[in-house]
């Protein structure tokens, strides 16, 4: 059974980092492609970026809101995948989800929820 | 950047009756080397993370009750429930996965009339 559990959010001050990790189970890791959700309180989803398998070489893909100031970064000997938030905005303030995706299909965490104060 | 499009943006359907989603993409996202559509559809229930129900835009999840289907194809896809029943209440959202950025849909919100 996949299994995505985020961990790493809270509260951080405009201009701060923070890094979210995704721990996954139940899959290989380097088979898949990974990707970060976020969503705003109230608000839709924002899909954040995405790292392919080690087939595709790794290649990594930021949403342009984020890019420059997000990093993606996996280690699958730990089946582990991050996200290193750096010059956080209020507007960052989110829930973020790991999702992995598996011929096709989407599996999604429970969520780490963010918050950047001003 | 590939838009989508849900229509309506909230629906009430009474308790039985069918309930339709629709979800426009601004650019085709069929894919011809494989003739598959790279659409989810996901419903969101209130205090949970996104449960996916269809993907390749008409293959639904394992689990899944068979009132829900998927269709369409190419730029124009629908999200039907064939016989709403009350733990249907939920936001749903269309995905399309075949080119980056992955865009959403903003979202249905689907209550009881």
């Known amino acids: 059974e996949v299994q995505l559990v985020e961990s790493g959010g809270g509260l951080v001050q405009s201009g701060g980092s923070l890094r979210l990790s995704c721990a996954a189970s139940?899959?290989?890791?380097?088979?898949?492609?990974m990707d970060w959700v976020r969503q705003a309180p109230g608000k839709g989803l924002e899909w954040v970026g995405r790292?392919?398998?080690?087939?595709?070489?790794?290649?990594?893909e930021y949403a342009a809101s984020v890019k420059g100031r997000f990093t993606i970064s996996r280690d699958d000997s730990k089946n582990s995948l991050y996200l290193q938030m750096n010059s956080l905005k209020t507007e960052d303030t989110a829930l973020y989800y790991c999702?992995?995706?598996?011929?096709?299909?989407?599996?999604w965490g429970q969520g780490t929820l963010v918050t950047v104060s001003s | 950047d590939i838009v989508m499009t849900q229509s309506p943006d909230s629906l009430a359907v009474s308790p039985g009756e069918r309930a339709t989603i629709n979800c426009k993409s601004s650019?085709?996202?069929?894919?011809?080397?494989?003739?598959?559509?790279?659409l989810s559809w996901y419903q969101q229930k209130a205090g949970q993370p996104p449960k996916l129900l269809i993907y390749?835009?008409?293959t639904r999840e394992s689990g899944v009750p068979d009132r829900f289907s998927g269709s369409g194809s190419g730029t124009d896809f629908t999200l039907t429930i064939s016989s709403l029943q009350a733990e249907d209440v939920a936001v749903y959202y269309c995905?399309?996965?075949?080119?980056?950025?992955?865009?959403f849909g903003q979202g249905t919100k689907l209550e009881i009339k």
């Open positions: 999702v992995c995706w598996i011929a096709g299909a989407a599996y």
């Open positions: 139940g899959f290989t890791l380097s088979d898949h492609y």
């Open positions: 790292t392919k398998n080690k087939a595709n070489s790794y290649t990594i």
């Open positions: 650019q085709t996202i069929l894919h011809s080397s494989n003739n598959k559509n790279y």
């Open positions: 390749w835009a008409s």
């Open positions: 995905q399309q996965y075949y080119s980056s950025p992955y865009t």
